[in-house]
């Protein structure tokens, strides 16, 4: 009996700690919501966390789209061509990268930089106890940290998901024409002919929701901080464990319900 009861006490305790999470991350959205149109409007910590968010992610945004682009664009190449339709490789990949590939790269990797930094930052807030020090100076300290780091996530998104499509499509055609010797009017006709507007704009859609996921997250994390440095480390890592993992899941489901 001891066996089974340190087996269920186990699992126990992994349930409570997955229900407290999940509380936490849905108070946290919900005292967004309730904060979102209260004053004092923070405008300048907007667009400062704008600024990290959208500018400070260019970088690792543009690298990502432009390899995974080209090594899309050779894949693609190699699977159709033993069909013969090697000429809707340009097509095929800006599909991918409209629909797909963009919003989930560019929300994984910026949830890497920004959501592990929005963990780590309130986190170290919360254990200096600088958040106590806001309650006591009657400032709601969600209004204050998490608003504007959620609304800078969901409105820079959007357009990190436009950049990553853009130098993407830039990558597979490099590899596609320069390299595997494509017609260059093939490729960007059938590319026109195939990519709607509507594509790229129900990407940008999930970029904002994913957005609004890891920032959520990254910012519930870090509220919740206990244990000093230690409980900041693994605040940080569980943030981006968990953003990453909900990204996902919201992926297929944003998926099924706009296509």
Known sequence: MGPLLRTIETLGSYVVRFLEATGQIARTGLGFFSSLLRPPYRIRNTFEQMEFVGIGSLVIVLVTGLFTGMVFAVQLYIALSMFGAAGLTGATVGLSLARELSPVFCALM????????????????RVTEQIDALEAMAVDPVHYLVVPRVIAAVVMMPLLVLVFDAIGITGSYLVGV?????????????????????????????????????????????????????????????????????ILIADYFLSTAMW
Not at 204 to 212: A, D, P, R, Y
């Open 110 to 125: 910026v949830t890497g930089r920004v959501g592990s930094a929005m963990a780590a930052t309130v986190g170290t807030m």
């Open 178 to 246: 320069k390299l595997l010797h494509l017609d260059p009017g093939l490729f960007l006709n059938k590319l026109y002919w195939f990519v709607d507007p509507d594509d790229v704009w129900k990407g940008m859609i999930k970029g904002s929701v994913f957005g609004f996921i890891f920032a959520v997250v990254g910012c519930s994390k870090g509220y919740h901080t206990t244990g000093g440095a230690d409980g900041v480390g693994r605040a940080t890592t569980n943030a981006v464990v968990i953003a990453s993992v909900l």
